[in-house]
Structures are given as structure tokens and as C-alpha cells.
């Protein structure tokens, strides 16, 4: 990898992104949302021997959304082993992300732990009979560690908008519930939810965060084993086959990398042995992935041989 010129790529992808910025539709359900300029673009790469580029606004926090799945799956799996599979699959789901459809006839475990389903259930597992304030406050910290960055936190306003505005995000883990595969209190698992959904963090801080992705379960840059190899096989298995809900296949077919996006347009990709990368870009295209973000990747990837099927 020593011969790619990461800034100078990320500088032409830069410039071929010009003409396309503003396209898709930024997510409108909640204010702080729909209020984010949809121009706004910015990427960011740090590869395991710790090189780093970034470009465009790569250094502005948005709000980090479905991309935390990520992160509590790794730390449910960490808590619970394999045990957590019990509560939830892993086959893609074909739906969209807040589809309750499977539910019924899946007894209320949720095909994979990225719909809103299934990540409602790993939260809950990574809450585990304590107070929702300690359990958001761990996974704050865990991507504080991660990207070595104490300054990543929640916004309280999108927190709190979502709580008023998830009536699916109630209907889904209250019919869970039902089937006994929410084990705290409704509001204190979708609280704990609401809150990891809310945490604002940069392209640069994303990237590094994910960065054990890339090298095997362990953050090259302090050493630290994060989780097993095993684990991370799993976790970008699954960010492979279901990282963009619906559009999880044409997502492997344009990019061809294990990928997690989120409604406040940021993806973070993960290139197994060399780097992680995040992108985002506020507008969504219709399954509501980032639309230029994933168009980013995908010159990236063309240019470089970063792609898992090569
Ligand atoms: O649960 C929700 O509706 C949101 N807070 C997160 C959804 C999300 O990011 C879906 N991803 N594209």
C-alpha cells in the first residue's frame, strides 16, 4: 500500500464528487436532520500501518445513526458470545430498515442485528439489567477509545427527537417484547438506543474508530486487541450482506466492501487488512444510504484495488 498516494485519491475523488453534491434527499423526520446542508461532503481513510487523509468537511461531527450498530454489536458480542445469537439472525433482510413485516412469523428475532429490529435487541443485551445512563455513557466511551477522542458525546436534541418521533422504533421493540426478546423495560432500551443513534462524530473520528475492523479485531495504532479475529470476520460478514438494509446487494456490487450506512448520511467502510474508511454526505437516495457517499466509494474503490471480490 506504500505506493498509493491516499490524499491525492481522496482529492480526485474529491473533485469527481463536485458536480454531484446536494443530490439525494437529506432525512427530514427530525429537524436537527433536515437542517444539515446537503452539499456538505467529507471523507476520511486511515489505513493499520497508520497513514491518514482526509478531505472536504471530514473534520464536521454529524450525527452518527445506524453506523453505531457497528459498534454495540461488537460490544454485545463482546458481553454475550455467541449466546447472542439466540436473539437475533444473521441472513439479510430484504426490507427496510424500520420493517416490522418478519417479525411475526420470525417469533420477534429480528433477522439481522443492523434493521432496527435487530439493533434494538443488541442494545438491549448491551444494557443487561443496568441503568440506561450507564449503559449510554459505556458506549460513548467506547468511541471515545476507539477513535482516541474525548470529545465525542451525544447530541441531546436528536436524542430527544427521536424518542418523540420513534413510534416504529415502540412498535418494534414493544412486539418484541411480547415474544420475551426484550429483556429490560421498553422506554429503557429504546432510551439506550435513541442515545447511541444520537452521538455526533467526524468522518476522521469514524474512520479511526473502526479501524480494528481492518486488522483483525485489534486497533494497530495503540496496540489494544479489541475483539477476536473470529469476531471481526462476523461483524463484516454481516456489514457485507446487510450493512445497507435493501440495498445491502447493489451496495456489495457497486463497492464491493463491507459497509454500515446511516440516516444522517455517513458510511464507514472497511477494507480487510488496510484501512477503514468513512464518507459522508448529508442526502439519501431511496433505501436511505447516502447517495454521493456511496458514489465516493465507489470511485475510490475503482481506483485503488480495494475490494473484497478481487
Ligand atoms: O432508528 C432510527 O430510525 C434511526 N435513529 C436510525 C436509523 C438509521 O440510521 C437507518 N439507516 N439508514
Redesign the pocket.
Given at each position: 500500500m506504500a505506493e498509493l498516494d491516499l490524499q491525492g485519491l481522496l482529492a480526485e475523488v474529491a473533485r469527481e464528487m463536485e458536480p454531484h453534491r446536494g443530490e439525494g434527499a437529506v432525512a427530514d423526520y427530525i429537524p436537527p436532520l433536515a437542517r444539515v446542508d446537503p452539499r456538505r461532503f467529507g471523507m476520511a481513510i486511515i489505513t493499520c500501518d497508520g497513514r491518514a487523509a482526509e478531505v472536504g468537511d471530514a473534520w464536521m461531527p454529524f450525527s452518527i445513526?445506524?453506523i453505531s450498530k457497528v459498534f454495540t454489536l461488537t460490544m454485545a458480542l463482546e458481553k454475550h458470545g455467541e449466546a447472542l445469537w439466540r436473539r437475533v439472525g444473521r441472513e439479510p433482510s430484504g426490507s427496510r430498515?424500520?420493517s416490522i413485516v418478519q417479525l411475526e412469523a420470525e417469533k420477534g428475532v429480528p433477522r439481522n442485528p443492523f434493521i432496527?429490529a435487530g439493533a434494538i435487541v443488541v442494545t438491549d443485551a448491551v444494557l443487561s439489567e443496568r441503568r440506561p445512563d450507564e449503559a449510554i455513557a459505556e458506549i460513548r466511551d467506547f468511541f471515545r477509545k476507539l477513535a482516541d477522542n474525548d470529545t465525542i458525546d451525544i447530541d441531546r436534541e436528536v436524542a430527544e427527537q427521536?424518542a418523540a418521533t420513534?413510534f416504529?422504533?415502540f412498535s418494534l421493540a414493544n412486539f418484541m417484547k411480547g415474544f420475551g426478546n426484550i429483556h429490560a423495560a421498553v422506554e429503557d432500551s429504546l432510551h439506550t438506543?435513541?442515545n447511541q443513534?444520537a452521538i455526533r462524530i467526524t468522518c476522521r473520528q469514524l474512520a479511526r474508530a473502526g479501524l480494528f475492523l481492518a486488522n483483525g479485531g485489534v486497533d494497530p495504532i495503540r496496540g489494544e486487541r479489541i475483539t477476536s479475529a473470529e469476531r471481526v470476520r462476523r461483524i463484516n460478514a454481516i456489514m457485507l450482506t446487510c450493512g445497507h438494509?435493501d440495498a445491502s446487494g447493489e451496495f456489495a456490487f457497486q463497492v464491493g466492501l463491507p459497509g454500515k450506512?446511516?440516516?444522517?448520511g455517513g458510511i464507514l467502510a472497511i477494507v480487510p487488512g488496510h484501512a477503514a474508511i468513512a464518507v459522508w454526505s448529508p442526502g439519501l437516495n431511496e433505501a436511505?444510504?447516502s447517495q454521493v457517499g456511496t458514489l465516493a466509494l465507489e470511485k475510490l474503490v475503482r481506483r485503488t484495488d480495494w475490494n473484497v471480490f478481487d
Open positions: 445513526q445506524s430498515f424500520n432496527n427521536e420513534g416504529r422504533n438506543y435513541f443513534c438494509y450506512s446511516g440516516v444522517g436511505g444510504n
